[in-house]
């Protein structure tokens, strides 16, 4: 940790190395009585793919995004150069690496971003229960109160809609004690009385945000378990609830993957419309998004393969597409997508700002040399019958 001194910022900052965890990064600047940008699982690795992806947190409310706090990134390119870049130094590289995906523009091997002081954290705890139709409409309401949740710190909400009932995993309210909380939440819970919807909710304090975060996610990888996670994610735009319409045929493609009984939809909100930050690749629609959806299922090892790819074909086929069409314009998490995922990915996961981050590729990886399956610059490559990766010019 040091003071940082650049034409761009002067403040407090934290180096990582790109094979620092979050929990150990929470931990290191907790100590020093700050608190940073960061993924929810405290497994993920903050300088790599996540901050470069944009990166959500519970902190973005606050301070934006994760790609918007770096102030410098320490890479070797492709031709094995040693560059610094930041937002006045080799200005093109820090844009592309700050929002533009990771693995494909040269290895990071640091990045510096800033860190805030540290103060309370207020949260709660809101759940309740499926109970036929109405649970839906319940839903519904909620949407339609979320902008005033996210809008009312900032603050985050990541919850969990599922065949069940309604959990939350953690609400983010800074600088807010507990019967704040419970005041903002007034307006919903007004609703959810009037609609006899039972409900249980919790209040809770923490006078630091890693107290907060540990008390939900906690700071290790103690009880992981063999990787059978699935994600596939899409951007929700803020305007889709302001319009009762849009908000139910919104819902309804949430209710499909539910009903089709593998997955569940786990959403964080936020708002970082407003957020000043350095000029970057960020995805454009997360400034007009209310939350990111991640459509969640497990790998079932008790199954035969081909029961696993049929699941995968509904997904992929018919779920996503449900959700993409009444979301139209919108995007997608490009650090959270299925790997068959069908979407227009130079639209979706990068949007307007595809054809410069193709300038930068070209630049610094003139030879392709760092590929990914859905990374800027990859269908320079095609992957044969045979499963391997040739120039696409040679497969025409």
Known sequence: MTTYESPDYSGPAVKLGSGVIGGDAYGAVGAAGYRMIGGTCPSVGIAGGYTSGGGHSLLNGLYG??????????????QGEHLVATPSNNTDLYWALSGGGAGTF?????????????????????????????????????????????????????FNIGPTGFQTFAMTVPGKNATEVHQLLQPLFDILDIRSTHYSFAPDESSTYLEHFTKHFGRDNSGASPANIQYASRLIPRAGFLNSTQNKAIVNSMRAFVDSKYWTVACHALNVSSIKHPDNSVLPNWRDTIANCNIVSFWDWNVTWS???TRKELLVNTLIPGLENVTPGSGAYLNELDAQW????????????????????????????????????????????????CEADQMR
């Not at 706090?69 to 492709?78: C, D, H, N």
């Not at 109405?134 to 009312?152: H, K, R």
């Not at 030879?367 to 990859?378: E, L, M, N, P, R």
């Open 307 to 309: 029961e696993m790819q």
């Open 342 to 389: 069908k979407g227009d990915w130079k639209r979706d996961l990068y949007g307007d700002n595809y054809p410069r981050l193709l300038d930068v590729k070209n630049k610094y990886d003139p030879d392709h040399i760092f590929y990914a399956q859905t990374a800027v610059g990859s269908d320079f490559w095609a992957v044969d019958d045979n499963g391997r990766l």
């Open 65 to 78: 995004m994760a790609a918007d706090a770096v102030v410098e990134w320490e890479v070797i390119t492709a």
């Open 106 to 158: 040269g290895v990071v091997l640091s990045m510096t971003t800033k860190i805030f002081p540290d103060g309370p954290i207020a949260s709660g705890t809101l759940s309740f229960n499926f109970t036929g139709e109405s649970y839906w409409d319940t839903i519904g309401n909620l949407w339609a109160y979320l902008p005033q949740f996210v809008d009312g710190g900032p603050n985050t909400w990541d």
